[in-house]
């Protein structure tokens, strides 16, 4: 599918909106995972304003294409691009990790848009792969996205799946791999080494797509490379930066699983104007 200029220019803007929603609601709330949730922006604001078929009036549309967030500690960003696309008021952003919210630290089904419960990593891809079997058996054809991430796809389980979605030819599936290099202990490469990674996922029988994972252009042709790819799964891996968009936070660990201060986050809200 073809897009304008104009409507590349509105999703980086909207993703900016949203990188502004990420750091106020994890400063007020005290708590959470920046890091992760500002290097996928731009993989998710593509997905939910240009591609997934979905009606936030009607969060059940047994037609819908499916998400799923398998790194659900980053579940910020989920919450305000549901919240951009009207799936619930913005005003219950500002609830986030508090008693009682329907925005709790990890995704569960009390969020409007959420199928299924998150945050136990390494099992999201076998939640997406049930998911794609069962529009197969049902004659559906909705397609299935699973957003991973990359110090996730360090457990064994991941692996299990993938050698399962290959092997039913898991062709309506769609993992995103968050690829920006930092886990909450340190780099990737560090803690334990993907690479080499296209190569890894190949012969696990998927089609692989590497990208750009801030080029909202290579974002939107890797979705659009997935839905024509027959007879296999794809796995679009986007590399990123842990905490893009505000420059204190850019390849900064600590920031994985750190809140910003008041400071810190007037700080960042001026970078994202």
């Not at 390849?251 to 001026?270: Q, S, V, Y």
């Amino acid at each position: 599918m073809q897009y304008s200029d104009t409507q590349i220019k509105e999703l980086e803007l909207k993703a900016k909106q949203i990188r502004r929603l990420i750091v106020q609601m994890l400063a007020k709330a005290g708590s959470g995972h920046p890091g992760g949730s500002l290097s996928a922006t731009d993989l998710l604001t593509a997905l939910y304003f240009a591609v997934l078929r979905h009606n936030p009036k009607d969060p059940n549309w047994p037609e819908r294409d499916r998400f799923h967030l398998s790194k659900g500690h980053c579940c910020p960003l989920w919450y305000a691009v549901l919240a951009e696309r009207g799936y619930f008021p913005k005003d219950e952003l500002w609830t986030l990790r508090q008693l009682g919210s329907i925005l709790q630290g990890h995704p569960d089904r009390r969020t409007p848009g959420v199928d299924v419960a998150s945050g136990s990593l390494g099992q999201g891809l076998s939640v997406g792969l049930g998911m794609s079997l069962a529009a197969k058996i049902d004659k559906k054809d909705y397609r299935v996205y699973c957003l991973l991430g990359d110090g996730e796809i360090q457990e064994g389980n991941i692996w299990e799946a993938a050698m399962a979605c290959s092997h039913f030819k898991c062709d309506n599936l769609c993992a995103i791999l968050d690829y920006n290099g930092f886990q909450i202990d340190g780099k990737v490469c560090d803690i334990m080494e993907l690479e080499p990674l296209v190569a890894k996922w190949q012969s696990f029988g998927w089609h692989v797509v590497e990208i750009n994972g801030h080029d909202t252009k290579q974002i939107l042709a890797a979705y659009d490379e997935a839905k024509t790819t027959k007879g296999k799964p794809t796995i679009i891996i986007a590399h990123t930066i842990k905490g893009k968009g505000v420059s204190f936070m850019e390849n900064i660990c600590d920031f994985h699983g750190r809140a910003p201060t008041k400071e810190e986050a007037e700080k960042a809200l001026k970078e994202l104007e």
